[in-house]
Structure formats: structure tokens, C-alpha cells
């Protein structure tokens, strides 16, 4: 469907009832509403439409049509009918009649002026506290209780090196993510989140970092990133930046200062310890602590004479987090990209920020066949990952940024990057300090995994999760690859469309828009630059493709990196059936914004070998039927018995060609008792109540 028939459609739904229309959230995403109005332009060869003034699908339905209640209320076993409601009502009042009030006057008066003279208290109270914030803080009072926005909203995660390059040297910048605003803002987006693009060597991609206060050379200045920050405002989309407070570069002025062993403040700022030595004077490490990359977690220093501990790579020391200075020194660095406008971290491996403090302690063994010692499979970490009082650690993170949001009048936010075969150990993070960890319970999929597999994958992880919060779904991400290659090219559309409608928020991994491969590397000089590519990174790293033309579109030169050329934007904007997977990606992230979906409940409908199914409602707002053919075979199915209702009207739908389904058009009414979907097939459909849906 072409976007001026999506835009008809929308105003057909939105047009249909106005009581309907005063309950829609509008919380989740940039507000349309708040932008200059735009043209339709094109940027970088790329012809994008005037997004502006689209709306999207509320469904022509009377929410006060009693079939329409009883069904809400089998949806809901905590809701009531408004008949029943009313009949309680008139029960109360009756009961009140037969019960006034005392017909004392002086004792009415009496309590009347005690009640009203408690609220003036109250009110004044309050007035005075809210006083003192202002004088204190300069705290808003509009900002007291703001939307957590991150709980509901997409968050579009971006490789600073391979997104577009501006400068003609190859390698991605944040000037070129500038050029490439007009895209992000097609996406609809919330929040865009930066990977680390610090000062570094870079011997692992941007990670290993010598000053968490620069911009990394080849990617710009300080100034760019100020103006990238506010043009982002501009448009509405807030910025998430990813850092990595575990480690730093072996060339970071810390560790240099640290090497010297001398009483010169830095002395600690790193793990050391003397290890031991035999008697024939070989030495060895103080525990069999391995690496995440493999080998020991040690390293011996011949200047300080002393071992250091890396989870990493050896060129990575760990830092001492439980030095005051070290802590001082990052709470220092938090306020300085907040001052520039900064609205959310990301930490990266926090779950390994603090190992144990006796540093003598040996990890248990695994006897595993096909595991070999030193490989890091070959130990459990107990002792270095998600340690019990690194929660209590990340209560001082939590304080200072409360305390920082109450000062600005923004709301920021503190988001955990955890990797962890357990849901339990992610979820405790929800309580300690962090506002969400990021969900990886989608990390596992793989291309046997069909509808059953799905369930049980996010079934598991959402009867873990707390009440009163929200997940943050991830598809793909640098170390785990992309989705796209571990499952299937042809799923790309509907894994997106699982992903947006499950409840909560979404990080999506650039290039997952248009369904982007994981490509394969070996160590070699790229840009007269060796990067290690020995783990994921060299998969999922590449250059964003934004057309055919040379490079992609990425860069007027040589890529810094090998490019995936099965797809690119400008081919999927130019698709005229309007369901390619980046038209796909727009509609959805305006589809998510109703009540059904950015705060209503889930129910599972069909689930199959294949098909994965489930409903959206919430009181109010219309109820969605979502289906999703994820599995190898064709399925035939009847969801009458899940979803109640015999019809549903079309809002969304992902067709293979030549399939029954590729008849289907978005708008019309499509029966369920018979639904058939072929593998990487979806529709997403307004349940009907009655025939008389147009009248």
C-alpha cells in the first residue's frame, strides 16, 4: 500500500469516532503535531514521504455497544460491565438515602470545617515543599512525574563507524548520521542510542576507550555531537549514548599513572594483585579466573610487577569500582554528557563491573567434552559476573541521576546492558538502581525455531518480569549478530512486527529495518588499521546499505569494512506494494502509539509448531488479533475460539507473493475461522464485533 493510501486509511479510522479518539496515548514516539511542517523531500537519492500529519489506525467501533463491553470483560477478569457498575451505584445511593447524615447541624459543621481546614493545610504544604525544590533544584513541576519513556518507546541503536560516512575517508561519522536525520525521523523512532564513540585505539571496535570526555578522531568533535544532539531534540527523538564503565584502553592515562605503583592517587584505580610465584621462580596468576575472549583474566605487567585482572581482552584492564575515586571519576563524566543533553546511558557489560573482592578464589571447573581449558566456557562465573553487591553499587548511580533529573527538569534515564543465560539474574536489576536492563530473551533464536519456540522463549521471560515494568525486546545486537542470519531473510517483517507489538519497549539494531546479513571477516589491516575480528563484531559491523550505487551509498570511498548488498533503503522505498520490511518498520512504530498497544494487556491466541499468535486490548481502545507465521510450514488456522469474533478488519499485512494472503489488502475484512500463512507471513487485524463495521 502506498503511503497516501495508508494516510486515507488512517483518517477512515480516525474519523470514526471521536469519543474513541480522545483516549489515544500519544505518549510513546515524537509528537507529529510539535514538528515544522515538511514537504515531501528527498535526501541522499532517497525519497521519503511527509510523515507529518500521518495518524494512525483507530478502528470505526462503539465502545458503548454491549457486545462490545462483555468481551472487554472476558479480556479482563478485573474489569466490570458499566451495567454492572451502574447497578452498584444505584445500590450505593439507595443505601445512602435510607442512611443520611445526621441531622445535627452544629455536628455537620463541625466536621465539614476540620475537613476543609485539613486540605488548606495540605495544599499549603505542598506549596511550600514545591517552593524549596524551585529555590534548591530549579525543579519543574511539568517534569514531576514525566512519562519514563524508555519503557514504551523504540530505541534505534546505531554503530557510529558504519552508519554514513561524511568525510570521505571510509569510516562512519556522526556529521553522517546528521545527513541521515530525514531517515531516522521516517522510521519514527523514539530515542536514538549511540554506540561507544569515545577517544580510543581501537583494537575492539570503540570499546577500549583512553578518555571518556572525547569524541574518537575520525568521528567528529564535540561540536558535532552538540549540534547532532540538538538537531535530534528538534525533531523530538531523544539520545541514548552506550558506555562502558568496566574497563578502559591499556593506553588510558589512568592505567599509565596506575602502572607506576607510586602514591600518586591512581595506585588503585585497577585491579592488581601480586599473584604467585613457585620455587623455581615461575609465576602465576591468583586465581584460574578466565577471559571473556579466552586465556587467563591475568596478565602480568613487568613495570608494576604485578598481575591485572580483564574480563576482556588483555589490552582492557578492569577498573576498581569500588575505589571512591574511580566512582567520583565516572559520576564525573555522567554529568558531562547529561550537560550536553545527553537523556539516557546505557551501560554496557554491567553485569561484570564488580568481580568478587577476594581475588584468590578459584571459579568452578566444567567438565564438558567439547570444552577446552582456558576457553571461557571452561569455568562458571561466580565470581566475576553479577555480584551481589554490585547492586548495591548501582544505588549511587541511581541517586545521582534522580538527583541530576530533579536539577534540569528532564527525566533520565539508566538502562543496563546484562548478558545472562538466567532471567533472574537480569530481572534483580529492575530493583537495584537501573531503570531496565535490556531484554535478550529473543538472543536465542535460531532457524528451527518456529511458534512454540517463541512462546516458550518469551513466555519464560514475562512470567519473570516484575508488575509495574516493562521489557525492552532486542532482535539483534553486536554480540550476538543479526537476527536476519540467524533465523532467515524472509522473517525480517514479522520478527519486527512480534517485536513492536509485545508489550513494553524496543532497542532496535540499525539495518534490522531493512533486514540487513551478518557478514564474515578474518583479522586483516582495513584503512591501515588492525582490528581484531575474532568474535561477533566482524558480523553484524557493516556499513549501512543505503542504495546500489557504489559503497552502498555509505561512502564516496573505500569502506572501511566489507558490505551486505542483498538489500539497501532506497530499493525497499521504492517497493509499490508498500511491504517491504523498512515500510513495514514505519507503519508499526505508529501502529504501537494506541492504547491497545503502548499500555493495554497480552493474550496468547493460536500458538503452533508455526504460528505464534496473541491479542492486544485495553479498556477503551480497540482489541488487535496479531498472527505470525514463524515456523517451515504453511498453517492453516481458526481463531475464532482465541479471539471471540469471526472477522477482523485489516491494519497491517506481510505477504509472499503468489500466496492466498497476498490478497488480502490492508483496510479489508479478512474472516478467521480459515486464516492461512505461509512461513515469514503476519497480519495484524481490529477484531469485529459485528457486520456493521462501515455503517
Known amino acids: 500500500m502506498s503511503d497516501p493510501e495508508f494516510e486515507s486509511l488512517m483518517r477512515e479510522y480516525r474519523s470514526a469516532s471521536s469519543g474513541a479518539a480522545s483516549t489515544r496515548s500519544s505518549s510513546s514516539g515524537p509528537d507529529p503535531s510539535s514538528a515544522a511542517p515538511r514537504k515531501r523531500w528527498v535526501n541522499n537519492g532517497i525519497r521519503y514521504p511527509d510523515t507529518t500529519n500521518i495518524d494512525v489506525p483507530l478502528p470505526d467501533l462503539d465502545f458503548n455497544d454491549p457486545n462490545f463491553l462483555e468481551l472487554l470483560k472476558e479480556y479482563d477478569n478485573d474489569s466490570d460491565s458499566s451495567e454492572e457498575r451502574e447497578k452498584e451505584l444505584a445500590s450505593l445511593r439507595a443505601q445512602a438515602n435510607l442512611k443520611p447524615l445526621v441531622s445535627q447541624g452544629a455536628a455537620y459543621f463541625v466536621v465539614v470545617a476540620f475537613v476543609g481546614l485539613f486540605v488548606l493545610v495540605i495544599n499549603w504544604y505542598n506549596a511550600k515543599q514545591l517552593e524549596r525544590l524551585k529555590e534548591e533544584f530549579g525543579f519543574d513541576e511539568k517534569s514531576a512525574s514525566p512519562e519514563l519513556w524508555w519503557r514504551r518507546g523504540v530505541i534505534y541503536h546505531i554503530y557510529v563507524r558504519s552508519y554514513q560516512d561524511s568525510t570521505a575517508d571510509g569510516i562512519g561519522d556522526i556529521n553522517g548520521i546528521r545527513q541521515r536525520l530525514d531517515h531516522i525521523s521516517y522510521l519514527g523512532v523514539d530515542a536514538v542510542m549511540l554506540s561507544c564513540f569515545y577517544d580510543s585505539p581501537f583494537e575492539d571496535f570503540g570499546r577500549d576507550v583512553t578518555d571518556f570526555k572525547a569524541i574518537y578522531s575520525k568521528y567528529g568533535t564535540l561540536t558535532d555531537f552538540d549540534k547532532l544532539v540538538q538537531e535530534l531534540h528538534d525533531r523530538g527523538i531523544k539520545v541514548v549514548i552506550e558506555l562502558i564503565p568496566n574497563h578502559t584502553s591499556q593506553k588510558h592515562r589512568w592505567f599509565r599513572l596506575s602502572q607506576l605503583r607510586s602514591n600518586n592517587g591512581y595506585e588503585n584505580y585497577y585491579i592488581w594483585h601480586n599473584g604467585f610465584t613457585l620455587p623455581n621462580g615461575t609465576k602465576l596468576p591468583p586465581n584460574n579466573w578466565v577471559s571473556r575472549y579466552g586465556g587467563s583474566a591475568w596478565t602480568y605487567d613487568d613495570q608494576r610487577q604485578q598481575y591485572y585482572y580483564h574480563y576482556y581482552d588483555r589490552s582492557m584492564p578492569d577498573l576498581n569500582h569500588r575505589n571512591p575515586s574511580v566512582r567520583k571519576e565516572f559520576l564525573e563524566i555522567f554529568r558531562f554528557w547529561f550537560d550536553r543533553g545527553v537523556d539516557a546511558l546505557t551501560i554496557g557489560s554491567g553485569h561484570v563491573i564488580y568481580e568478587s573482592d577476594d581475588l584468590e578464589l578459584d571459579e568452578p571447573l566444567v567438565e564438558q567434552a567439547d570444552v577446552v581449558s582456558g576457553d571461557y566456557r571452561s569455568v562458571t562465573h561466580i565470581y566475576t559476573e553479577h555480584q551481589p553487591d554490585l547492586h548495591d553499587f548501582l544505588g549511587t548511580w541511581r541517586e545521582f541521576i534522580e538527583t541530576y533529573s530533579l536539577k534540569s527538569g528532564r527525566k533520565l534515564g539508566l538502562l543496563m546492558d546484562v548478558v545472562s543465560d538466567s532471567a533472574t539474574d537480569t530481572i534483580k536489576y529492575y530493583f537495584t538502581g537501573a531503570d531496565a536492563p535490556l531484554c535478550y530473551a529473543l538472543m536465542n533464536i535460531h532457524a528451527d525455531c518456529g511458534g512454540r519456540c517463541f512462546h ?116 525497499q522505498m521504492n517497493d509499490e506494494r508498500g511491504i517491504s520490511p523498512v515500510q513495514v518498520f514505519h507503519r508499526l512504530t505508529r501502529l504501537r502509539r494506541e492504547r491497545s498497544f503502548s499500555v493495554g494487556q497480552m493474550q496468547y491466541a493460536v500458538v503452533n509448531d508455526n504460528v505464534l499468535s496473541f491479542m492486544r486490548y485495553s479498556k477503551d481502545s480497540a482489541p488487535y488479533l496479531i498472527a505470525l507465521n514463524l515456523g517451515s510450514s504453511e498453517s492453516t488456522d481458526d481463531y475464532t475460539l482465541s479471539a471471540g469474533v469471526s472477522q477482523g478488519k485489516v491494519v497491517l499485512v506481510v505477504s509472499q507473493q503468489g500466496s492466498s494472503l497476498s490478497a488480502v489488502k490492508e483496510g479489508s475484512l479478512v474472516d478467521l475461522t480459515q486464516l492461512t500463512l505461509r512461513p515469514g507471513e503476519g497480519l495484524v487485524t481490529v477484531l469485529m464485533f459485528s457486520n456493521d463495521f462501515n455503517q
Not at 517485536?499 to 534490522?512: K, N, Q
Not at 561477533?536 to 573505500?558: E, L, T
Open 456 to 571: 516458550e522463549m518469551i513466555d519464560d521471560w514475562m512470567t519473570h518480569l516484575p508488575e509495574e515494568h516493562e521489557s525492552i525486546w532486542m532482535l539483534s545486537s553486536p554480540d550476538f549478530g543479526r537476527v536476519t542470519s540467524r533465523k532467515g531473510p524472509v522473517y525480517q517483517s514479522v520478527l519486527n512486527i512480534l517485536v513492536m507489538l509485545l508489550p513494553g519497549g524496543v532497542v532496535s539494531y540499525y539495518g534490522d529495518e531493512i533486514g540487513m546479513l551478518d557478514i564474515q571477516l578474518s583479522d586483516e589491516k582495513h584503512l591501515g588499521q588492525t582490528i581484531k575480528l575474532d568474535r561477533n563484531f566482524d558480523r553484524s559491523h557493516c556499513p549501512m546499505q543505503w542504495s546500489s550505487r557504489i559503497n552502498a551509498g555509505f561512502s564516496s570511498a573505500v569502506s572501511w569494512s566489507a558490505l551486505d548488498s542483498v538489500t539497501d533503503v532506497e530499493s
